[in-house]
């Protein structure tokens, strides 16, 4: 499909941004909802089921190791390009994860988005207008960065520069280690969060982001344009890259795949609704959330609907994906209202539901095989096999933002700043979630 090159011309449209961004805030805030039991196959769709690969067999599978010696950076939105938002952090490789609060950062203002992390740094963007740089290991800022507009969704790190929009339109690179200004251009984008590739095959890298002129934009660390693909509607998803493709959605109630070096057309799928989470790719399926309360799994190559689960949300939130792995089936993870879902990831059969007691608007991430999620004031680790909490700590304000894990930290967002947490095999045993015990429902097999 061709497709027109972009318009290299400043946009004067920061009224448009400004509704636009605030429209997305509040789909944010309230994209969760109570999950139903929803048909998930038509039956023209029934013989179409998804074959997870098993994961390669490795010495001492069952013999948990004393601890995990490497913990991964967190680059970006959902923890990497494939936006499965699933990581590692090292501590002692405690089973279920328990955690401990590590620091409490300054300044006192509400975070607005998740951090992201690379190497003993995270940053954060906070109600201030300013994004901060802190170092994970001792809570303590090393710079800030000021924005004269509010910066909504998560910045990237990539090659030693910090990436990131704010609600002017504009996107800044910055230096990772000093916060100094190398480069910026404002040409509508905001709420969608950058999306870096990195490619060892050439060296090269490339800036993936959505805008409010409805267009999917590719630049260099640069700021060279790469290439523009145009949709019918703005772009506030996240675009998610995996095995050379780019996936995204659009307002315009499309899942679009994209070739991530040209951005020439490979397909398209219409949804019910928009679509403005970041879709997740693993194991050759894409899973995105619309408008239309549906979950969608997509055949990653052709593009091919595999299968749907229908929720009780007007907008269903970002999914986290665990791969198959040894006595395990690949699983999704969602958020909807007061409730964490698990569903199998290869026909969207309901595994497990857990009644939080409390509504969330915090994404679930999933750090050394456990489920985490911010509810209210709390930070909560669910068992992946059954979502029984296996530990709940509180936070110091309310929780803003999703938890990311960088490193040995886990970080989360509240309205009073943010706040780490590390593996700790001698925190206690959870009591009940919140004012009233919490209620898990596994769901029988078949």
């Keep these: 499909m061709a497709h027109s090159r972009r318009d290299r011309r400043e946009w004067a449209f920061r009224p448009m941004v400004l509704i636009a961004v605030l429209s997305c805030a509040f789909v944010a805030t309230f994209a969760a909802g109570t999950f139903a039991a929803g048909k998930i196959l038509s039956a023209a769709l029934a013989s179409r089921v998804v074959t997870a690969v098993p994961a390669p067999a490795h010495k001492g599978a069952h013999q948990p190791p004393a601890s995990i010696p490497h913990g991964s950076d967190w680059p970006m939105e959902g923890g990497g390009p494939a936006h499965t938002a699933a990581s590692t952090i090292t501590g002692p490789a405690t089973t279920p994860l328990r955690l401990t609060q590590a620091w409490r950062a300054q300044p006192k203002a509400a975070a607005l988005a998740p951090a992201a992390g690379a190497g003993p740094m995270v940053y954060a963007a906070m109600s201030d207008r300013g994004l901060y740089a802190v170092d994970v290991r001792n809570g303590k800022v090393k710079w800030r960065f000021d924005t004269p507009g509010k910066v909504m969704s998560s910045p990237a790190v990539s090659k030693g520069r910090v990436i990131l929009t704010d609600t002017t339109g504009t996107l800044y690179v910055l230096d990772a280690a000093t916060g100094k200004r190398q480069w910026s251009r404002s040409a509508g984008y905001s709420a969608s969060a950058p ?159 857990q009644d939080l007691k409390t509504a969330t608007t915090s994404a679930p991430v999933l750090v050394n095989s456990t489920v985490v999620v911010a509810a209210d004031q709390e930070l909560i680790a669910l068992e992946t096999n059954s979502g029984q909490p296996s530990w709940h700590g509180p936070l110091a304000g309310r929780a803003t933002t999703a938890p990311m894990a960088s490193g040995a930290k886990l970080v989360v967002g509240t309205s009073a700043g943010i706040q780490a947490f590390a593996p700790s095999p001698s925190a206690p045993t959870p009591g009940a979630l919140g004012a009233n015990p919490a209620s898990a429902h596994v769901c029988p097999m078949g």
């Design 195 to 353: 999306t870096v590739l990195e490619r060892s095959t050439d060296n090269s890298s490339s800036i993936y982001l959505g805008t409010m002129r409805g267009t999917v934009d590719a630049l260099d660390l640069q700021g060279h344009d790469q290439w523009s693909f145009p949709t019918k509607g703005m772009v506030t998803s996240s675009p998610a890259v995996a095995q050379g493709l780019l996936y995204v959605g659009s307002h315009d109630a499309s899942l679009y795949a994209l070739d991530a070096t040209t951005g020439r057309l490979n397909w398209s799928l219409r949804t019910g609704g928009g679509i403005t989470v970041p879709p997740a790719v693993s194991d050759g399926v894409v899973y995105t959330t619309s408008a239309d309360s549906k979950i969608y799994a997509v055949s990653a190559v052709h593009g091919t609907l595999l299968w749907t689960h229908t929720i009780d949300s007007a907008q269903p939130g970002p999914v986290a994906v665990r791969d198959k792995g040894p006595g395990r089936e690949a699983q999704l993870v969602t958020v909807a209202g007061a409730k964490v879902m698990a569903l199998a990831a290869a026909s969207g059969r309901e595994m497990w539901s």
